[in-house]
């Protein structure tokens, strides 16, 4: 029975309305890859995604200076490498001049060469600035992670001040000097071992910061891949689930559209009744 008095086509275009709707939903999923995008899609899921947001960007910021620590130990223990070579062919420069009955100009020559090419390194092992080497207050880096409502980890490394060409470090200050043919003596070898000595323990210290540098950093990364799946089964959109629905609301849209079409041919039929 159709009623001229009240349409027919009421539902049908209730209907439709709906599926345009639901439609629209879906295609903005597929197209932004995400069930909710905004607070307004679901202001409590939203809410918690932009949390871990925010942690995730803090802790990458935390990494970058955990990293330009770590390059500046890094750089430290290498430079400290070289120079432990160096003072290896002092050592056997010296042994070589006094076994030889003294040292020569050319020794002391070749001797104020190494002595240069030591400093330059020391000189040079600088990233971002800062020299471990020649620094004169401690490398300090504090990691706090909040891994509960008012608990906190806190991970901190040092590396201890330790200029190692001051004259305070008396084991650099004597063999890192301007040394004269009279210096290269059988005394200079026991010099040469003492800082020897001096350079493995910075070096062990610096290579046991870079360590837990490492450490901290494998610890980030893994933290943050942790988040990136939480804020993604929040957010993200099962878009094979909604290429599914996408198709079923296309076909509901066209029958809603058949039904609205049929529902308007029928009150046209009735006008015709009276003509």
């Given at each position: 029975?159709v009623?001229?008095n009240?349409?027919?086509t ?9 599926i345009?709707a639901?439609l ?8 932004t ?9 679901n202001a409590?899921?939203?809410a918690t995604?932009?949390?871990i947001?925010?942690?995730k960007?803090?802790?990458e910021?935390?990494k970058s ?7 500046q130990a890094?750089?430290?223990s290498?430079?400290l490498d070289?120079v432990?070579?160096?003072?290896t ?9 006094v076994?030889?009955?003294g040292?020569?100009d050319?020794d002391?020559?070749?001797?104020t060469t190494?002595?240069?090419q030591?400093?330059?390194?020391i ?6 600035g800062?020299?471990v080497?020649?620094d ?12 509960a409502?008012?608990v906190?980890t806190?991970?901190t490394?040092s590396i ?6 001051s004259?305070s ?6 063999v890192l000097?301007s040394l004269?043919?009279?210096?290269i003596?059988?005394?200079?070898v026991t010099?040469i071992?003492?800082?020897?000595t ?5 070096s062990?210290t610096l290579?046991?910061?870079?360590a ?7 610890f980030i990364?893994?933290l943050?891949?942790?988040?990136d799946?939480?804020i993604?089964g929040?957010?993200?959109?099962d878009?094979?689930?909604e290429?599914?629905k ?7 849209q066209?029958?809603?559209?058949q039904a609205?079409?049929i ?5 046209q ?5 009276f003509?």
């Amino acid at each position: 029975m159709v009623s001229v008095n009240t349409s027919s086509t009421g539902v049908a275009s209730a209907a439709l309305r709906m599926i345009n709707a639901q439609l629209a939903t879906t295609q903005n999923r597929i197209a932004t890859g995400y069930k909710v995008n905004s607070a307004a899609d679901n202001a409590s899921v939203w809410a918690t995604a932009t949390k871990i947001r925010s942690d995730k960007t803090a802790s990458e910021a935390l990494k970058s200076s955990i990293s330009t620590a770590k390059a500046q130990a890094d750089a430290g223990s290498a430079a400290l490498d070289e120079v432990s070579k160096i003072l290896t062919d002092m050592k056997t420069l010296t042994i070589s001049a006094v076994a030889a009955g003294g040292a020569t100009d050319a020794d002391a020559n070749k001797m104020t060469t190494l002595v240069n090419q030591a400093k330059a390194i020391i000189n040079g092992a600088s990233i971002g600035g800062k020299n471990v080497l020649l620094d004169t207050t401690n490398n300090n880096v504090s990691v706090n992670l909040n891994v509960a409502e008012g608990v906190s980890t806190n991970m901190t490394a040092s590396i201890t001040a330790s200029d190692v060409l001051s004259a305070s470090n008396a084991s650099f200050k004597d063999v890192l000097t301007s040394l004269a043919k009279a210096d290269i003596v059988a005394g200079l070898v026991t010099k040469i071992d003492t800082a020897q000595t001096e350079v493995g323990k910075i070096s062990a210290t610096l290579t046991g910061f870079s360590a837990q540098m490492d450490s901290s950093l494998s610890f980030i990364d893994k933290l943050n891949d942790i988040r990136d799946t939480a804020i993604g089964g929040l957010v993200d959109a099962d878009l094979e689930k909604e290429s599914a629905k996408l198709n079923a609301l296309q076909v509901k849209q066209q029958l809603a559209y058949q039904a609205l079409s049929i529902g308007n041919s029928a009150q046209q039929n009735i006008l015709r009744l009276f003509q």
